[in-house]
């Protein structure tokens, strides 16, 4: 299936409303490539960013979004620390881990800090196809709305697989 094509499809079956979205990561270049996805995704409503992990728990209290687009090596807290943090609120967002470090042990990390899935940064252009297929799986018109879960398994998630590409 081509997520380009499906982009109006999940614009329509999302709902009515746009999905309030954290994007957290370190890089001012990445932050943009993530917010031009959402963009071009829809239904995706960009209400702030955050560049390291202290940020991200504050932006979440603040903000609360119902989406964290969250990157692992992060300055001062890591992303997967920061998850940990935030999945202990009462209604945590449903976080996605977007990061470049695409091994198993980053994976498991991610999974048992809570967080709902797992995108990787390859490098290759995959990415943008990637996310859209995250967003799909979690916010598409077979899914409710629903607050994240306080953990979630990664088993089965068509993004949660390891690269080929990479050999993991």
Same mark, same amino acid.
């Given at each position: 299936?081509?997520?380009?094509? =499906?982009?109006?499809?999940?614009?329509e079956?999302? /709902?009515?409303?746009r999905?309030?979205?954290?994007?957290?990561?370190?890089?001012?270049?990445?932050?943009?490539?993530?917010?031009?996805?959402?963009?071009?995704?829809?239904?995706?409503?960009?209400?702030g960013? $955050?560049?390291?992990?202290?940020? $991200?728990?504050? +932006?979440?209290? #603040?903000?609360?979004?119902?989406?964290?687009?969250?990157?692992?090596?992060?300055p001062?807290?890591?992303?997967?620390? $920061?998850?940990?943090?935030?999945?202990?609120?009462?209604?945590?967002?449903?976080?996605?881990?977007?990061?470049?470090?695409?091994?198993?042990?980053?994976? /498991?990390?991610?999974?048992?800090?809570? $967080?709902?899935?797992?995108? #990787?940064?390859?490098?290759?252009?995959?990415?943008?196809?990637?996310l859209?297929?995250?967003? +799909?799986?979690?916010?598409?018109?077979?899914?409710?709305? =629903?607050?994240?879960?306080? =953990?979630?398994?990664?088993?089965?998630?068509?993004? /949660?697989?390891?690269? +080929?590409?990479?050999?993991?």
């Amino acid at each position: 299936m081509v997520m380009n094509r =499906r982009a109006p499809d999940l614009i329509e079956a999302i /709902s009515d409303t746009r999905v309030k979205t954290l994007v957290v990561d370190d890089s001012p270049f990445m932050l943009k490539i993530l917010a031009q996805i959402l963009e071009e995704t829809g239904n995706f409503e960009l209400v702030g960013s $955050a560049t390291n992990g202290w940020q $991200a728990i504050r +932006q979440v209290s #603040a903000l609360s979004p119902e989406l964290v687009l969250m990157d692992f090596h992060l300055p001062h807290l890591n992303g997967i620390q $920061a998850t940990q943090y935030i999945k202990q609120r009462e209604h945590p967002p449903i976080i996605l881990i977007v990061t470049s470090d695409d091994t198993s042990a980053t994976r /498991s990390m991610a999974e048992n800090a809570g $967080a709902d899935g797992f995108v #990787a940064k390859d490098g290759k252009g995959n990415l943008r196809r990637q996310l859209r297929a995250a967003l +799909q799986s979690l916010f598409g018109p077979n899914t409710p709305r =629903r607050m994240a879960p306080a =953990r979630a398994s990664f088993a089965g998630s068509p993004w /949660s697989q390891p690269n +080929q590409e990479h050999g993991t």
